[in-house]
């Protein structure tokens, strides 16, 4: 669905991805893995045309989108839920989850969203987005791009800084937008977390990819694993 | 009533009647009428564009000079002028966009007021060229011509209906930012432009139709002056100072801000013409300079 081969990226003069090759087949949940720095954020927001200056080849189902410009790229299917979350703190709640545009059919209706987050509900009539607590704004975050229709969704460390109760239902949430057949690329430095949603995670070094694990043989690679990510 | 209108208190040696407060208070609705409609446009443009536009008196002059051309070259009249004007005026701000103010977003704040500075004085030295600077008569149109008595002064019709028409059209235009999905997009691409464009949003697209209405907004000002001032290509001048003046006393890109402080400083100027004449044309300035010392930010300005 995704494939993404010898990916640079530039920010200013720093050339920040060094050729990044990896691709996501439909209905997989992939992770990128690797310690601060590697390129993670920067291979996502490449993936949507943020960067200053970006080369290589991202193909979303058959088509090239190195040269689109990032609202092209929405509209071929690809949503974006960044690592700051980008709330919105001059829109109201409902505002926020309303604001991106229904880039195709197919999408979760704003009900089905208030049942996969009943905090959400609760909170729309009244708060700004910015009044939000970490957790409700992550909700916010993921919800509203469940709506657009995009099929493939890139989550930028989603769990950062959540409480594990926050975190178990985001996990739950990944597994239930996979079995409705989302594809997902997600960014998490807690593999622990990852492991629990993903088919597959790519670990990055140096603005490259530099191994894939399969999550069944993740056990049986948890020494190699703890030395690329230093923990 | 009358007891009330005819009580006057004496203030540095002038003698102040209630009445004349009143009086020139609701007379100075109609400059602060001009104020609320230019700095709405300048706040809107600003709070999307980043880009202090000193075009906006001439774009305001071209409202006016649009509407003149279209009764004296076409025989169109004044209300389908209140359309068209600004229509026009605001397709030559997106063409402006387009192909000069653009290229200027990556740069410094400074490079995008120097700019249209020189736009300004580029439009005006076009038009006296043209058109002299000695100003062309524009008549009130018939059905708003004489005056109507509103309890303690007779009102002119035309400038009652120039208070109202711009009180409309800033509360739709609020109404449009605060209340509509595409005001939400609007104040979302102001906050964090990337990510709107990332959802798809054609950003670029809406900060060109955004500087297209801030321009059409100065134009429609342009269009209710013409019969009050005489159309010349300096009219946005007189204007123009004191309304950078209204955006800083609201607070840099405050919507509901510039249309009230407008208003409101519309009619302090007119009542300071009665209480102490000499400062009417500075107490504008007063008032910025002591907003500037309390609230930093403007009266409505958000915090950092």
Redesign the interface.
């Known amino acids: 669905m995704l494939d993404v081969k010898d990916l640079n990226a530039w920010y200013g003069e720093s050339h920040i991805l060094h050729g990044v090759d990896f691709n996501v087949q439909e209905g997989e949940v992939v992770t990128l893995l690797g310690r601060n720095g590697a390129g993670k954020t920067t291979t996502m927001k490449s993936i949507m045309g943020l960067v200053p200056r970006r080369e290589g080849h991202v193909v979303f189902k058959g088509a090239e989108t190195i040269d689109m410009m990032p609202n092209q790229i929405a509209r071929t299917g690809i949503a974006i839920c960044p690592e700051e979350r980008g709330i919105f703190g001059s829109l109201s709640v409902t505002e926020n989850l309303m604001l991106p545009p229904i880039v195709a059919p197919g999408g979760l209706s704003v009900n089905e969203i208030y049942t996969l987050f009943p905090n959400l509900k609760e909170r729309a009539r009244t708060a700004h987005g910015t009044r939000l607590s970490g957790g409700e704004q992550q909700m916010l975050a993921i919800g509203r791009i469940l709506r657009t229709g995009a099929k493939m969704l890139l989550l930028d460390e989603p769990t950062e800084g959540l409480a594990p109760v926050i975190v178990q239902q985001i996990g739950r949430t990944i597994r239930e937008i996979k079995a409705r057949g989302f594809t997902v690329l997600l960014v998490e430095q807690n593999f622990r977390f990852a492991a629990t949603v993903a088919d597959r995670h790519y670990v990055m070094e140096h603005g490259k990819i530099i191994d894939m694990i399969e999550n069944k043989q993740l056990e049986a690679n948890m020494g190699k694993l703890h030395e690329y990510l230093g923990v | 009533m009358q007891a009330i209108l005819s009580y006057s208190f004496s203030f540095f040696g002038t003698n102040v009647t209630i009445a004349a407060l009143l009086g020139q208070g609701t007379l100075g609705l109609i400059n602060g009428a001009f104020y609320a409609c230019l700095s709405l446009g300048l706040a809107v443009i600003f709070g999307m564009l980043n880009i202090i536009n000193f075009a906006h008196g001439a774009l305001f002059m071209m409202g006016a000079f649009a509407s003149w051309m279209l009764l004296n070259y076409l025989g169109i009249g004044y209300f389908p002028s209140l359309i068209l004007s600004p229509l026009l005026v605001g397709l030559f701000g997106i063409f402006l966009e387009k192909t000069i103010i653009s290229r200027l977003y990556k740069l410094d704040h400074l490079y995008g007021l120097l700019l249209t500075f020189g736009l300004a004085l580029v439009i005006q030295g076009l038009f006296r060229n043209y058109y002299g600077s000695s100003g062309l008569p524009y008549q009130i149109p018939h059905v708003l011509q004489g005056a109507t008595y509103i309890g303690f002064m007779y009102m002119p019709n035309y400038r009652g209906w120039v208070v109202l028409a711009a009180l409309f059209v800033c509360l739709a235009t609020w109404a449009i930012i605060e209340k509509t999905?595409l005001g939400?997009?609007l104040?979302?691409a102001?906050?964090?432009a990337?990510?709107?464009?990332?959802?798809?949003?054609?950003?670029p697209r809406l900060i060109t139709l955004t500087y297209g209405g801030g321009i059409a907004l100065a134009a429609f000002a342009g269009v209710l002056a013409a019969p009050i001032y005489s159309v010349n290509p300096n009219m946005g001048d007189n204007f123009i100072n004191i309304v950078f003046a209204v955006v800083v006393i609201g607070g840099m890109g405050s919507i509901m801000g510039s249309i009230v402080t407008g208003f409101a400083l519309g009619v302090i100027e007119g009542m300071t013409k009665v209480v102490y004449p000499q400062a009417s044309a500075t107490v504008v300035f007063v008032v910025m300079v002591i907003v500037l010392l309390t609230k930093p930010r403007g009266l409505f300005g958000k915090a950092a």
């Open positions: 999905s939400a997009t104040r979302a102001t906050e964090n990337p990510l709107v464009q990332a959802f798809g949003v054609n950003v």
